[in-house]
């Protein structure tokens, strides 16, 4: 065997050991979504594969905003994001460059969260749990608000009793925030503010932390107690749209030291692709995965897990990408 025919073959035997590797590269699909995501879309990642097993999903929960900013700020790679609020999408993606469309696809409910050992446990319930929540011996959580929007929502949910409850001073006495939050700022001995709204549960499990701010999905799927509350308090009903905007919260914005106002709405969440230098990696496989949780067989899933859902998506700006 010649030299030339010896280097022929090493180079073919290197190429085909290089394949699996390179299928298996593009067989991924990057996921971002909101951690109250975490339980549906680990079941829809799990009949997606089922019905494509060429794919593999990588899913990476956080906060939806700062999922948002990995994809906008530092550019990171990512086929799909999925926000628990859908304006996340709208002004941290599609208004920078990073996303041309947003599929509006799911809804939920705010609750107060607890356990039978939270203190007063055995008697909260929908008529007194402001009254509760602000006794000294109470320990209440929420999420950050610059990072997730559950954490913004809590703060919209509050004021928003305040008000149906006529408590003048409710906000004040459970969180006394100035209209916005910064790290350090919460009452300490009374209030814990972790990045994401399911950092929380293992604290209220671990008896850590009394009630928190959650929403009713993620309540359900982890079979833990809540507080059902009044469609004019929970952000949950298009019909008190008008109410919900009636108060408001600051959060940071997209350069350090500016804030923006996240006013009450309905909640809505929504799904996407990012678009730009970065992303997405694997195209085909974020369309597909996009498509997958948009249909009927997406929406019976994030049924059974207790969220409530868009029907027929509404699908806003250019999703060619989708076709």
Known sequence: MSFKTLENLVIITLILLAIPTLSLADSKIIVFHAGSLSVPFEKISKAFEKQYPQYKIIREPSGSRMAARKISDIHKPCDVIASADYSVIDKLLIATNNAKFNALFATNSMAVVFTDNSRYAETINKNNWVDILTKSDVVVGHSNPNDDPCGYRAMLTSLLAQKYYHKKDFFKSLFGYPGYYKPGMEKKGKVIVRPKETDLIALLETHNIDYIFLYKSVAIQHNLKYINLPP??????????????????KVSGKKPGKMITKIGEPMIYGITIPQNSNSPINRKGAK??????????????????GQGVVEPPIIKGDDSILK
Do not use: R
């Open 232 to 249: 004019q308090v929970s952000l949950s009903s298009k019909k008190y749209a008008d109410l919900y905007k009636t108060v408001s919260f």
């Open 288 to 305: 597909l995965f996009v498509n997958f949780v948009l249909s009927k067989k997406g929406a019976k899933i994030m049924k059974e897990c």
